[in-house]
């Protein structure tokens, strides 16, 4: 990677995702996704210019929501070296401009060619923290999956807490998941936050099981990939292109991949900034003109959850 190293690109992120919180905040609970979400696109893209070395983006806000910059493919930036970048500078941007938990700035890095460019489509996902000894098998029953994760938690399954998403597709795992008498954490949005704490072992879940947006499961897949923790994944196409895409990236129909296969890079990192508090960090808080908020800083060789103070 040339001249950079991981902390240089960690610090420089940091900066990065801090900044474009900071300049988004004032249209937290104001109702305007569609600008809030402009904004921070404009002030990541502006921040990822000034760097000296190449981003690339690999997964950005252009396909999946027909934004004009932070496309695929687009690269931004001066130097020698590119790195892929996978962003998402309003994570839970319906729950921002509602005033509610778990939005998040994020920029997830590899090294040039260390993630696959995955589709702006869905992906069915099946995440456990690093104490999962024994990999999930997705064309198992749900039983046997849920099985291994109580081993490997020291759990009973009545006691297991699975994050799923309450959409309509979920029904029938809702419905098993209550038939085998296990807790369920429903949520709306925020399947990046729930990855996190779960990878983390925070312990406020055990597992995440469900079909979520694809370009938000390759982020999942660096986080586990980092801490050494459990990911199976299918990607769930709801447009034929979409399929014939990921074919062309060398993926077979209904193929089960491991976090290896998304994430085979070994220079990676993620910074996050808490925008709107969750459950492990706190949101941004303006007193006067100053902001105070926290950023958690990812890598193989450790996380770091950095309290940061600016003024406007």
Not at 146 to 166: A, F, G, H, N, T
Not at 251 to 262: G, P, R, V
Not at 263 to 282: E, H, P, Q, V, Y
Request: net charge negative; hydrophobic share 35%; charged share 25%.
């Amino acid at each position: 990677m040339s001249n950079l190293d991981i902390h240089y690109l960690i610090e420089n992120f940091r900066r990065i995702t801090e900044t474009t919180s900071i300049k988004v905040y004032e249209y937290f609970g104001k109702n305007d996704k569609y600008r809030a979400d402009e904004i921070a696109v404009n002030v990541m893209r502006d921040e990822l210019g000034k760097q000296t070395f190449k981003s690339q983006i690999i997964i950005g806000e252009g396909e999946k929501d027909k934004a004009p910059m932070l496309y695929e493919g687009e690269i931004l930036g001066n130097g020698e070296t590119t790195i892929d970048l996978a962003v998402d500078p309003l994570e839970c941007t319906t729950n921002f401009s509602k005033g509610l938990p778990n939005s998040m700035c994020i920029i997830a890095f590899s090294e040039n060619g260390g993630m696959v460019k995955v589709p702006g489509t869905y992906m069915e996902q099946w995440i456990a923290g690093p104490s999962m000894k024994t990999p999930f098998e997705p064309d198992a029953t749900l039983k046997l999956n849920l099985e291994k994760l109580s081993d490997s938690r020291k759990k009973s399954i009545k006691d297991l807490i699975i994050v799923v998403q309450d959409r309509p597709r979920h029904e029938k795992l809702i419905q098993e998941l209550r038939n085998l008498n296990c807790s369920i954490t429903l949520i709306d949005s925020g399947s990046i936050t729930a990855a996190l704490d779960i990878c983390m072992e925070f312990g406020h879940y055990d597992a995440m099981i469900g079909t979520y947006g694809a370009p938000e499961g390759l982020i999942s897949a660096l986080i586990a990939k980092v801490t050494g923790s459990e990911m199976k994944a299918i990607l769930r196409p709801h447009e034929e292109k979409y399929l014939l895409k990921w074919n062309e990236e060398g993926f077979s129909d209904n193929q089960i991949l491991d976090k290896n296969d998304l994430i085979k890079g070994k220079i990676l990192g993620i910074s996050a900034t808490c925008i709107s508090t969750n459950l492990f960090m706190k949101g941004i808080q303006k007193i006067g003109s100053k902001f105070f908020g926290q950023t958690m800083t990812l890598s193989p060789k450790g996380y770091d959850i950095h309290d940061f103070a600016t003024w406007e």
